[in-house]
């Protein structure tokens, strides 16, 4: 049995700055036709994003994708594009998506960025829906996922996906590695997935700590997506509750029972976040966090992680 890593099991190894200022360093990334200012992006899911979030992401420059769970497509996306913004959407696996797809088609949309979403992407169904929507939407970036092994990653370029979300049950609202047994950290995956293919590969779930995107970064990633970390605040998606006079806000899984509405295949469970309130000051915070990181890396850009030594400290 292989031993595999974590974030919380590395850390990166500074090297001589050469900036004067963490300012000078730039932390933006290109995916598709769009350059965001953040490799960072808020996962796809109910209790995390809505089309105001969405929005709301568009206009401070940083990706977004919305979520697939009783979306209007052809609205979110005619709304978006109408605004001069990029649409950004879900896809599944199901006879439904291929309805919503073809309602698109209709319209004469065509979406950005669309991302196929599932809880295993190394599957029939998913190597068919791949076909499917490249062969109506070549002009869109297909992102798939999720998957975590080389293997699967390569299949996944094979079948033509622009982009590959890697990550199977590291997120926190996950419960699939105690209901199935299946599961991969973060960085084993992320190194497997990054190496294994020429299409940038998005680290998706576990971030816990602000530098866990730098580590990611610096394990071959060229993109990260977190849930958590973007719950909670106004912005956010995600009812408000309120205990003993203390504010709240609702975080669900996609496999959970409330995003479902059956308790059936059910792999994610329901928590709640501290209210936070404008979710301003924390993308503040990760750029100049990350910023810093790029410093410490001696470079200039993000290209300076991808060169740094990496570190075991927990075994
Ligand atoms: N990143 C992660 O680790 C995980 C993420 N999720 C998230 O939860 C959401 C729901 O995921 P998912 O259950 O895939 O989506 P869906 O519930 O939409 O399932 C999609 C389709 O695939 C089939 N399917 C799903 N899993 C399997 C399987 N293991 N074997 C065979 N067929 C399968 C389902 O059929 P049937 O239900 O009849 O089997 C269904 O028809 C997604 O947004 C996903 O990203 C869920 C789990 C893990
Ligand atoms: N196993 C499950 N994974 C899920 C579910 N809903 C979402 N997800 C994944 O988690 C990440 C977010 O992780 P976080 O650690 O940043 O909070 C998300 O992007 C999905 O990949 C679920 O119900 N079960």
């Known amino acids: 049995m292989n031993t595999e890593l974590n974030y919380a099991d590395i850390y990166l190894v500074p090297k001589k700055t050469?900036?004067?200022?963490?300012?000078?360093?730039?932390?933006?990334?290109?995916?598709?036709?769009?350059?965001?200012?953040?490799?960072?992006?808020?996962?796809?899911?109910?209790?995390?994003?809505?089309?105001?979030?969405?929005?709301?992401?568009?206009?401070?420059?940083?990706?977004?994708?919305?979520?697939?769970?009783?979306?209007d497509v052809v609205r979110f996306v005619a709304d978006m594009q109408a605004k001069g913004l990029f649409a950004s959407i879900s896809a599944g696996v199901n006879e439904d998506?291929?309805?919503?797809?073809?309602e698109l088609k209709a319209a004469g949309l065509t979406p950005d960025y669309i991302t196929m979403d599932v809880a295993n992407a190394w599957c029939v169904k998913a190597e068919r829906?791949?076909?499917?929507?490249k062969d109506m939407?070549?002009?869109?970036?297909?992102?798939?996922?999720?998957?975590?092994?080389a293997e699967a990653a390569r299949d996944l370029e094979v079948w033509g996906c622009d982009a590959i979300k890697a990550g199977i049950a590291g997120g926190r609202v996950c419960i699939t590695k105690n209901k199935t047994g299946f599961h991969r950290p973060m960085v084993s995956t992320t190194l497997d997935c990054a190496h294994a293919v020429k299409v940038p590969v998005i680290a998706d779930g576990g971030v816990v700590e602000h530098g866990d995107v730098a580590k990611a970064i610096a394990c071959g990633a060229t993109m990260v997506m977190a849930g958590s970390l973007f719950a909670g605040y106004d912005e956010s998606a995600g009812n408000i509750v309120e205990i003993s006079g203390k504010h709240y806000k609702e975080y669900f899984g996609s496999a959970s029972q409330y995003n479902k509405g059956a308790y059936v295949?059910?792999?994610?469970?329901?928590?709640?976040?501290?209210?936070?309130?404008s979710m301003k000051k924390l993308l503040i915070e990760l750029m100049e966090?990350?910023?810093?990181?790029?410093?410490?890396?001696?470079g200039r850009d993000l290209n300076a992680l991808r060169d740094v030594e990496r570190i075991v400290v927990n075994r």
């Open 18 to 71: 050469v900036v004067d200022s963490r300012k000078e360093c730039d932390t933006s990334v290109q995916l598709g036709n769009h350059r965001f200012v953040m490799p960072l992006y808020a996962s796809n899911m109910k209790s995390v994003v809505d089309a105001d979030t969405c929005e709301y992401f568009a206009r401070q420059g940083w990706f977004y994708t919305m979520h697939r769970f009783n979306v």
């Open 97 to 102: 998506t291929v309805v919503q797809l073809n």
């Open 129 to 133: 829906m791949i076909k499917v929507i």
């Open 137 to 149: 939407f070549p002009e869109s970036f297909l992102i798939g996922g999720n998957i975590a092994t």
């Open 265 to 277: 295949n059910v792999e994610g469970k329901k928590i709640l976040v501290e209210y936070k309130g």
């Open 289 to 298: 966090d990350l910023q810093s990181s790029v410093s410490y890396a001696g």
